[in-house]
């Protein structure tokens, strides 16, 4: 290690390694590329994108001895790299950027030495308070509420799994069949089985749990915690912030703009163009963040006098929001004044005063977004060309397709699966992940040219069906670059498939040795055995309308993990029939079961109702993975 640290102070060591240890949040003694990205996701609410990326590459190439982890060694030679480009200030500053953290002690697995790892006080509060009135109604949880903001008590709330999977339903209902929830009787078995129902459907959703295990929530490790906690909140935020879900969305169009700029907006996008539409209507200054420019609490102020007026034309609610306190010379006083406001509007979440003048940029984006979902107050814009034109919402297929990749990690985080894929970069992370190497110097990152910017992006695509034609021997026949950078749903939709069919059997092959897994063995291994324990409901194929009564998923899973499934549950045949809610019910109860047991489920209800075969064929291939992996243990 001297070769490292001789050109560097005690102080400034000891700096480097407070830094490192606040990065490495699974406390391996290493940083992987997913603790790396985590750090500068988070960096990203304050970071451009081309210095995040900048500082990625070059902790990437940093990795000498390339074992996909970096050592505290490699990170102290990382970092002068990063002084030398000039980019060591910009790090410093992502890393101590956070005020109001607590710390807890801990030890490395790997190492002797003791690490430190520290939480947000603020986010803590802010999600108890949100738990406590989203589940405040609910009988399962009545062991569990109300919790108290002043206390550890959120760490061990979780540890029986069912407030997660209580907060994965707040944020996407019916994600998890309640049915499935061990309430009763709570061994820790029964705990365990919990916390994989939860860890499995927050995937499904596009949380990213793969840092995260049932010992790491069961011993309530506070940074786990919060960090899944956040992602899944933040899903239901967002969820209805598009315009398939409020059209006068389009209102927020600028002059001379087009209407695919404003559909590939994200949602933090959308809600800062949301709140400036309702400064501009007040003619007072428009934000650019959610940090450093709502410290003095105007742009609230007069965001919510906005809303009440709106509200007040509607007929919907008689509120006069009190605009005295932009008088008051005391930001913190001020704040208090502005969230009493938003309290007469039941949105008093998410900040405290504190929270708003020390510009906490997440838990403010929560507030607005929770203000956006209650009091959106917009009208459907008459517009040229779009008078009455109604606006999809996304198919289930995209929305699964797009979770599956965010669940996995990618950078940046899709919210709309083909704007956000056009530059290539998310399609050749997912490469990584069924193993096709990347060769990251040829390909143009972000950010990109004016002129020109538009042909980085076409090289990208280029570069992404070139692997997938040659290396990855994908059958990509009339699919070229430039339909990935067009956004062509299509083609998109064909690579993805593949990508995400790579990925789901890649499982398998590890376990076969690399045999390459074609259908036919995924077809032949259900149904021997389905027919080793004599279950009757053998399919034919993953097109079998069998499938639709979710018959035979069940009986898979009860051979494979006998006693999970309650049999009264479950909808039997009559006359060879059963109506579509008995199939609907069995479905949503098959899919539940299935991520109970721990296999990584992403298929939706609907997709084994209506006989899906792409997704029926990956809800085979994971409970065939799972299936032999006990086998093998």
């Not at 190492?111 to 009135?133: L, R």
């Not at 109604?137 to 109300?146: A, G, Q, S, T």
């Not at 786990?224 to 169009?253: M, N, P, R, T, Y």
Request: aromatic letters at 8%.
């Amino acid at each position: 290690m001297e070769s490292y640290v001789t050109q560097i102070s005690r102080d400034h060591l000891d700096d480097l390694r407070e830094a490192f240890n606040k990065i490495d949040i699974d406390n391996s003694g290493f940083v992987s590329d997913f603790e790396l990205q985590e750090l500068f996701r988070e960096a990203s609410l304050s970071l451009p994108g081309y210095k995040v990326r900048e500082i990625i590459e070059t902790f990437t190439s940093g990795d000498t001895n390339k074992d996909d982890k970096i050592s505290f060694e490699e990170f102290v030679s990382i970092y002068q790299e990063l002084k030398s480009k000039q980019l060591s200030e910009t790090f410093r500053k992502t890393i101590s950027r956070r005020d109001g953290i607590r710390s807890f002690g801990g030890m490395s697995r790997i190492s002797s030495e003791g690490t430190q790892h520290s939480y947000s006080d603020e986010e803590k509060v802010a999600f108890v308070n949100w738990i406590n009135k989203a589940l405040a109604k609910d009988e399962d949880c009545r062991h569990l509420l109300p919790m108290s903001p002043d206390d550890e008590s959120l760490f061990t709330s979780v540890r029986d799994g069912i407030l997660l999977c209580k907060m994965i339903n707040q944020s996407q209902p019916d994600t998890i069949d309640e049915r499935v929830i061990n309430t009763k009787k709570l061994t820790h078995f029964k705990m365990t089985e919990n916390l994989v129902l939860a860890l499995n459907s927050a995937s499904a959703i596009g949380c990213m749990v793969v840092s995260i295990d049932t010992h790491d929530l069961m011993a309530g490790k506070p940074h786990l915690v919060l960090g899944l906690l956040w992602q899944i909140i933040k899903v239901g935020l967002f969820a209805d912030i598009e315009i398939s879900k409020h059209e006068g969305l389009i209102g927020l169009l600028t002059d001379g703009e087009q209407l695919e700029r404003l559909l590939s907006l994200s949602p933090e996008e959308m809600l800062l163009r949301w709140v400036n539409h309702h400064l501009q209507n007040a003619g007072t200054n428009t934000i650019s963040n959610f940090s450093e420019d709502i410290k003095d609490s105007r742009a609230y102020f007069y965001l919510l006098d906005q809303i009440a007026q709106h509200e007040e034309s509607d007929f919907k609610m008689r509120v006069k929001i009190d605009m005295s306190g932009l008088n008051e010379r005391n930001l913190e006083h001020r704040a208090e004044l502005m969230l009493r406001q938003a309290a007469r509007l039941d949105c008093r979440q998410f900040v405290s005063p504190q929270d708003v003048t020390s510009g906490n940029s997440k838990l403010n984006l929560a507030f607005v977004a929770n203000l956006f979902n209650m009091h959106p107050s917009l009208q459907r814009a008459q517009i040229n060309g779009l008078d009455g034109a109604h606006f999809e919402a996304e198919t289930r297929e995209e929305k699964t397709f797009r979770n599956w990749m965010n669940s996995l990690g990618v950078a940046p985080y899709v919210n709309h699966l083909y704007s956000d894929l056009c530059d290539g970069l998310v399609i050749l992370q997912l490469f990584e992940k069924i193993n096709i190497p990347v060769n990251w110097r040829k390909v143009n990152n972000p950010p990109y040219p004016f002129l020109g910017g538009n042909m980085k992006k076409l090289e990208n695509c280029n570069y992404a069906v070139d692997l997938g034609r040659h290396l990855a021997q994908f059958s990509l026949v009339g699919i070229g670059g430039e339909n990935l950078n067009q956004g062509s749903k299509m083609h998109t939709l064909a690579l993805v498939w593949q990508l995400m069919r790579r990925y789901t059997v890649r499982v398998l092959s590890d376990l076969g040795d690399g045999e390459k897994i074609g259908d036919l063995i995924i077809l032949n291994w259900v149904n021997t055995t389905l027919s080793q324990k004599r279950k009757d409901s053998q399919i034919s194929s993953f097109k079998d309308k069998l499938i639709s009564t979710s018959l035979p998923v069940i009986d898979l899973i009860d051979v494979i993990a006998p006693g999970t499934v309650k049999w009264d549950m479950v909808k039997r045949l009559e006359k060879r029939v059963m109506d579509e809610d008995d199939k609907l019910n069995n479905a949503k109860y098959a899919i539940s079961l299935a991520r109970k047991i721990g296999a990584r489920v992403y298929a939706l209800p609907d997709d084994l109702v209506e006989v899906n075969p792409k997704m029926v064929l990956t809800l085979f291939a994971c409970l065939m993975g799972h299936g032999l992996k006990k086998v093998n243990h």
